[in-house]
């Protein structure tokens, strides 16, 4: 009578062992996988490919035509942003 639960559990882990990747839907075959093609998309499209690591500035703006819309947006959000 104890060797039957133990048999028992051996046939459900050597059945569970096959099913590694059937429990993550994008490791099964045919499913969307993630290639980073919306990077290599925007990497194209840079004028220069510093700009992907950090932005510039526009020449002669020190922020302050920003400050105005900045508020606003946390205003709604709800930020404060006084």
Known sequence: MRFLPRLALCGVLLSLSGCAGAFNPFQRAGNWSATGAANETIAQQAA???????GRATPGSNGMMAVGPVKKTL????GGGK
Do not use: F, I
């Open 48 to 54: 220069y490919k510093s700009d992907l690591l950090s």
């Open 75 to 78: 205003n709604t959000l709800g």
